[in-house]
């Protein structure tokens, strides 16, 4: 009796115990509701049996189980990444905003100004104060246009800092995570919800830092893994690094490696601010630095095409850091075999941009077999189409004498050619070891078609097959090296650019690059493109941070023009670029301000490969998101 009571008891006392831990349970869902991280959690209870008699002892706690859902927990991180993502970044373009200073007082208020004062000035040129206000203005400009370089420079260091300090509080978190994980492998799973809360806690927290997912392992141990890289395994966490080169911020895992790419823009603070530092301020600044020499290019350029009241040449106004490399030495081809190699042109790229292009190039033309078979009133007639189609002639010779060398075609071809506007100075048909020669003068700078016939079908010259005849003038090598930068989707968004200046190539681009250049074939057909054999570094000039006005007398400003020098003519033509589209859109190869040649970018001229043409793309705004043109938005009063 006395053992039933006793066992009656026990088994009353266990139950209140139970009964007490799970109103315990209800207590703290309650109290609970409202804290961040922490799941309902629910008690699952057992009967309690006696072994061998199978009688009901009352119940206790079996377990304690969290009604954690790891769907809700998956899409809280995410929501909280990807809001914090875009809180940072649009607190990145609020710190930026008041920068460019759309509403007044920035580079465009300042071009502005420089347009209205060359404007007032055109009126009254000789006034000294009013020369001194257009110098100042540009003064203004350039300083305006330094100063937003500098803001632009600012933000960068502030985002390098920032992203320090972010990762530091990535590492301590996952230390603090690999703890609380540790500890709760180790208790009670009864009493392990606490741990539990806190680790979504600091997975929270961590959330807003760092895009990351998570996984549970069969064993019951934590994966935290951001991009490529594992934060935390289990109890062990792993500490992430911040470097920074020409090339940007990068994050390093402990391991060493470079995992930027896996985290950039990929959710929490952390890729904002590596998207803002790597590919946002870098695009603003490469714009900045394009504006900034597109405007110094062209009032430069205007101001050296007018003249001052003596009647002298222009000079330039403004200046800045050049970062171009101009080739020498180069020639056309001159010498070659009957059925000479297109000779053509590689730039290999590296540190800083990688990849490589090769320029193929038409040569001069070389008949295929001797003339045969002239006969006395014979004639030959040779077409010539450029590549523009502008030019479209025919060359017919006189009646011949019959048993013509090639030699005496050429004079008879030369004699016609001379004759011909279009054609004088372009084209010297020449013997070339018995058989006709036709050499395209650099003068051209385009391409020509070429086709011949005879009067009698008994009478060859060999070049009755036609050909594409090129010069391999230096615009032609542009056009033909810039069409294939654009079909390279990273040298086009580095801004890699072939221009022309004084007959010679230049290479210049956004960012900073070493380059290697190769010529083939230069010794059979004597071409060289004046970068043959060599390497440098090039591109990356801080244009908008070295924008500076020349320190020249007002006396020496070109306001007027050749025929009318004590005129305001050609500040007339200077405050007309406040219209224009040209200074908004990126130059084209011609719009150089050492360049007088014609544009790089012209029609191509035929040839049996396809070539697709070099186009200048739209110039882009400095502003990630749409903003007005750089063209000035006040006409100055007249």
Excluded at 45 to 52: A, D, F, I, M, N
Excluded at 158 to 185: H, T, W, Y
Excluded at 374 to 388: K, M, W, Y
Excluded at 555 to 574: C, K
Aim: one cysteine or more; hydrophobic letters at 35%; proline letters at 5%.
């Amino acid at each position: 009796m006395g053992g039933t009571i006793g066992s009656a008891m026990s088994a009353a006392q266990r139950s209140l115990g139970t009964f007490s831990r799970s109103l315990a349970v209800i207590q703290d869902n309650i109290a609970n509701a409202a804290t961040p991280g922490y799941a309902r959690q629910r008690v699952s209870l057992s009967t309690v049996v006696v072994p061998g008699s199978g009688a009901a002892q009352g119940v206790e706690v079996n377990r304690v189980e969290s009604m954690r859902s790891n769907l809700l927990d998956y899409q809280v991180a995410v929501t909280t990444q990807r809001q914090a993502q875009l809180e940072k970044t649009t607190e990145f373009f609020a710190r930026l905003e008041p920068s460019f200073r759309l509403d007044g007082g920035g580079v465009n208020d300042a071009l502005d100004g420089l347009f209205a004062a060359a404007s007032r000035l055109s009126l009254s040129p000789s006034d000294p104060n009013l020369r001194r206000v257009f110098r100042d203005s540009a003064d203004g400009f350039a300083a305006a246009t330094r100063q937003l370089h500098s803001d632009l420079g600012e933000q960068s260091s502030a985002l390098e800092l920032e992203a320090r300090s972010v990762a530091n509080r990535i590492g301590a978190l996952s230390a603090q995570i690999a703890d609380l994980e540790s500890k709760r492998n180790g208790a009670d799973p009864r009493f392990s919800t606490p741990l539990e809360t806190q680790v979504q806690q600091k997975l929270e927290e961590l959330s807003q830092l760092i895009g990351f997912t998570t996984q549970r392992q069969t064993d019951g141990t934590l994966s935290v893994i951001a991009g490529s890289t594992p934060l935390i395994t289990g109890s062990h966490s792993r500490q992430l690094s911040i470097t920074l080169d020409n090339q940007g911020l990068h994050v390093f895992n402990d391991a060493g490696q470079d995992v930027t790419a896996s985290l950039e823009g990929q959710g929490g603070r952390l890729g904002a601010i590596l998207e803002a530092r790597n590919q946002t301020l870098p695009g603003l600044e490469d714009s900045l630095n394009r504006y900034a020499k597109s405007v110094a290019d062209q009032v430069n350029e205007q101001l050296t095409h007018g003249v001052d009241a003596l009647g002298s040449a222009g000079e330039p106004l403004f200046s800045y850091t050049e970062s171009a490399t101009l080739g020498s030495g180069r020639t056309a081809g001159t010498a070659g075999a009957a059925t000479p190699t297109p000779p053509s042109v590689t730039f290999t790229f590296s540190n800083g941009l990688s990849g490589s292009i090769t320029a193929n190039l038409d040569s001069f033309f070389v008949a295929a077999a001797p003339p045969s078979g002239a006969a006395a009133g014979d004639a030959v007639s040779v077409r010539l189409l450029s590549a523009d189609g502008q030019v479209d002639r025919t060359l017919t010779t006189a009646p011949l004498s019959g048993g013509e060398t090639a030699a005496d075609l050429a004079l008879r071809l030369n004699d016609q050619v001379a004759l011909d506007p279009e054609l004088a100075g372009l084209l010297t048909f020449s013997d070339q070891g018995g058989a006709l020669k036709v050499v395209l003068s650099d003068q051209a700078k385009q391409g020509f078609a070429l086709s011949s016939s005879t009067s009698n079908p008994a009478f060859t010259t060999g070049l009755e097959s036609g050909a594409a005849l090129g010069g391999e003038s230096a615009e032609e090598i542009a056009a033909a090296l810039n069409a294939e930068v654009a079909l390279d989707s990273s040298l086009s968004a580095a801004g890699v650019r072939f221009t022309v200046v004084n007959g010679e190539l230049r290479l210049d681009a956004d960012v900073s690059f070493d380059y290697s250049a190769i010529d083939s074939d230069a010794s059979a057909t004597g071409f060289a493109s004046g970068f043959a054999w060599a390497s440098g570094r090039a591109g990356g000039a801080n244009a908008a941070g070295t924008l500076a006005v020349r320190n020249i007398p007002l006396a020496r400003i070109a306001a007027g023009t050749s025929d009318r020098p004590e005129s305001g003519d050609n500040l007339i033509a200077l405050e007309a670029l406040s219209g224009k589209r040209s200074l908004t859109e990126r130059p084209t190869p011609s719009s150089s301000r050492e360049s007088s040649t014609t544009s790089a970018s012209s029609p191509r001229r035929p040839k049996p490969r396809s070539k697709p043409r070099s186009r200048s793309p739209p110039r882009p705004s400095i502003c990630a998101t749409p903003s007005p043109e750089w063209t000035s938005t006040k006409k100055p009063s007249s």
